[in-house]
């Protein structure tokens, strides 16, 4: 068996995935980024490096919200929980600044919410 075979993964979104590494290794390096695949980043700062990646913005948001699925969310979210967009401050403005999950318990801020990519 050739050695990229034993560390394959079976992602849900790779397409997404693929789009947020990349934007990951565009910001921060692929050491650091690597890093925080594995280690974990917030929400936040995720939201953060695909704003300021080569996507443009619209496909960033929506590479986040397709690619969750491949995370390990923490805190542990349970079953049920709804992604809530933030949109910027123009009326009508549909630019997403920030996102927020919304569960049975409360909302946690993107600061608060923690991913690592699933292995």
């Known amino acids: 068996m050739p ?5 394959a993964v079976s992602l849900k979104n790779p397409d997404a995935v693929a789009a947020i590494v990349a ?3 565009h910001v921060y390096g692929d ?14 700062n995720l939201i953060d490096a695909m704003s300021s990646g080569p996507l ?3 496909d960033a948001i929506r590479a986040i919200t397709d690619g ?9 979210l349970g079953l049920m929980w709804h992604l809530k967009y933030v949109y910027g401050d123009e009326p009508g403005s ?13 909302t946690l801020a993107s600061k608060d919410i923690w991913l690592r990519l699933s292995a």
Not at 94 to 106: K, Q, R, S
């Open 3 to 7: 050695p990229e075979a034993r560390f």
């Open 31 to 44: 050491e650091v980024a690597r890093l925080m695949l594995i280690e974990g980043m917030s929400l936040a």
């Open 94 to 106: 549909l630019h997403v600044i920030d996102m927020e999950i919304a569960t049975p318990n409360g």
């Open 68 to 76: 969750l699925d491949d995370f390990v969310i923490s805190p542990d």
């Open 23 to 25: 934007a990951l290794r």
């Open 56 to 58: 443009a913005h619209r």
